[in-house]
């Protein structure tokens, strides 16, 4: 049996937005290097591909934060979710994958039917500082505007550990997601503050 959740899912079925920043993508795609990707939430632990290459990477002018409302994947409509976007302002250290030549084609079509099926995401390439010394790399990486009515905004700390509590979607709970997130990270030496607080929170909550 075929438990691929892409198995049968086409580029032509997205939305026409989603589609015309694939378009957009493609023509400002530098191939040089093959495909690279900033990995900065499910991507970590769940990329879908296999990278040929994989970094730590800094880039400035982006955060991460649980602040992207999921209706399927991690909740529900009738109690939503989160999962991870990024938010312009500070910075944030993920992982940069680089995929080889010739498959990145494909996968990068693999991923925008995975991350662009609604088309909440802004996509954009931005600069990626190597750990390693490599210098700046320009990376793909799934953005979010405040103006996306996907952003959930600022949380207060009761509505969180709500969310915490209840939401659950296809893939397990909004809290599962937080928790593998934090694994992920802490797995390549980094520590993103707020997402510890936020788990932190709720285990002083008993969840």
């Given at each position: ?36 990707m ?12 296999e ?55 494909a ?23 190597c ?59 980094i ?17």
């Open positions: 049996m075929n438990h691929d959740p892409l198995a049968g899912a086409r580029l032509e079925d997205l939305p026409a937005h989603s589609q015309a920043l694939l378009s957009v993508a493609e023509r400002q795609w530098d191939r040089e290097h093959g495909l690279m900033f990995a900065y939430g499910s991507l970590m632990w769940n990329p879908g591909f990278p040929a290459q994989t970094l730590v990477a800094k880039v400035q002018g982006y955060h991460r934060a649980l602040r992207l409302r999921s209706l399927v994947n991690r909740g529900s409509a009738e109690q939503p979710g989160l999962v991870m976007t990024l938010l312009s302002g500070g910075s944030c250290r993920g992982l940069l994958y680089r995929v080889e030549p010739s498959e990145s084609e996968t990068l079509r693999r991923l925008w039917l995975r991350e662009m099926v609604v088309g909440t995401y802004v996509p954009r390439w931005i600069d990626c500082q750990a390693d010394g490599l210098g700046v790399r320009k990376a793909l990486a799934f953005t979010l505007s405040r103006r996306s009515p996907g952003w959930a905004g600022e949380l207060p700390d009761e509505h969180l550990l709500h969310i915490l509590r209840h939401a659950r979607g296809r893939y397990g709970t909004t809290l599962d997601y937080l928790e593998r997130a934090v694994a992920s990270l802490r797995e390549h030496g520590r993103d503050r707020a997402l510890e607080r936020q788990l932190a929170l709720a285990r002083q909550h008993g969840l």
